[in-house]
Every structure is written in C-alpha cells, then in structure tokens.
C-alpha cells in the first residue's frame, strides 16, 4: 500500500527559529511537490523537485529530494508568523498522492 | 492571468441528486486536475487531463463519478446519485506542463453538502 507520511503533524514553534518538515513516501515518484494551505483557504503551489539531490529554496523555506532513501524535507529558516499554515508534500507519477499535512503554528 | 474559476463555490444537494461543476483553467495551461478534499485532511487525486484527453483516473474513484475537458479548455465534474459521503471541497488546478517545472495553480474550490 503506497504511503506518503509527514512529520511531524503539528508543529509549534517560536519566532527566530528553524524547524524541518519531513515527506517520507513508499514507492518511486516522478516529482514530488510542497503545497502551503492557509485555513479555509486553497492550496498554493511552493516547490517542484524533479530529480535526486534536487534543492529549491524561496525566502525562508528551502525543498529538497533524496529519491534513494524516498525523503523530501522541508526546511524553515527563522521561522516567521506568516509562514503559519498547513504544509503538504504529493508525490506524482501514474497516481498522485498527499501527504498527512504538517500543521505549522509560528508563535511570535 | 485570471487565475483558475471554479464554479458554483458552494453546492448543496440532497442525496440521490446528481451535480455538476465547472472549472475554468488559466487560458494557455494544458494540464487540468481535479482533487477533493476533507475536512482536516490532506487532498485526494480524482482524475487529470492533458489537453482534452483523460490521463489518470483515481483507482478510488466510483463510477458515479465523471470528468470532461471538451475541447481542452474548461472541465467539468459529474458526480451522480449523490451520497453523504461525497461531501467536500472539490478543488480544481492547472498548469503548463514543460517537462521539467510544472506548478499547479488552484482555484478556490466547490464546497459540496450532501443533505
């Protein structure tokens, strides 16, 4: 049965401080994207990583892939409260498949 | 860019009735995805297409289920002999696909009750 497990699932976590999401899947993915949801809100794309090694960052947050071991991470550097939301990773390929979803608090 | 158009935003149906929605994508994307999602949970893949054809379509998907991209512009989603349990938010996406960064844009979705 495929998987595709987050963690942690929620997250608190102070201003100022860095924190890494990690995506562990089950099986061989084409691309594996990050998604940030804000509550009530839709899904705003964050990154695509394509190959192993791959590493995107934009302002705070930095995506990376290690296909051998099936790991994606997400890394927040000096976590500020806007970046509070729910963070999901998807792996695609024949099918496509979210993650559990990290609920991330930035406590000022 | 006027983004990806989702119509209605919210539908309420009583069981049994069958509904449609509507998603327009961003005019010069070739790819259009359909996912529902639950309250506090992550998103399910439904089906997508590549222009007008059909690529995928989820496993977990029943048949009361049906999706068309006529034409390869807008899409929409049948779901027929409606059940409690189809109630979510339906939520429609696209992108250019260029091989090597595809980003999918969403658009504000379809809330679906099933009374």
């Known amino acids: 049965e495929l998987k595709v497990e987050q963690n942690p699932l929620f997250l608190s976590m102070q201003e100022g401080k860095n924190y890494t999401i990690y995506c562990n899947y089950s099986t061989t993915s084409d691309r594996l994207y990050w998604y940030r949801q804000d509550p009530g809100k839709s899904l705003e794309s964050l990154f695509v990583l394509l190959s192993n090694g791959a590493v995107k960052q934009e302002g705070r947050l930095m995506a990376s892939l290690d296909t051998k071991a099936r790991l994606s991470t997400l890394h927040i550097t000096a976590a500020v409260h806007d970046l509070s939301a729910t963070y999901f990773c998807e792996i695609t390929g024949n099918q496509f498949y979210f993650g559990t979803g990290t609920s991330l608090t930035v406590i000022p | 860019d006027t983004g990806v158009s989702q119509d209605p935003r919210h539908k309420i149906t009583k069981r049994g009735q069958n509904v449609t929605f509507r998603c327009d994508p961003i005019s010069e994307h070739n790819r259009l995805y359909w996912y529902r999602q639950t309250l506090g949970q992550g998103p399910e893949f439904l089906t997508y297409?590549?222009?007008?054809?059909?690529?995928?379509k989820s496993r977990l998907l029943s048949d009361r289920f049906s999706a068309e991209r006529p034409k390869g512009s807008f899409s929409t989603l049948e779901i027929q002999r409606t059940e409690q349990g189809d109630s979510a938010m339906y939520l429609c996406?696209?992108?250019?696909?260029?091989?090597?960064?595809?980003?999918?844009?969403f658009g504000s979705g379809t809330q679906l009750s099933v009374l």
């Open positions: 297409f590549q222009n007008e054809a059909q690529l995928e």
């Open positions: 996406a696209s992108s250019l696909e260029t091989g090597y960064n595809e980003k999918l844009f």
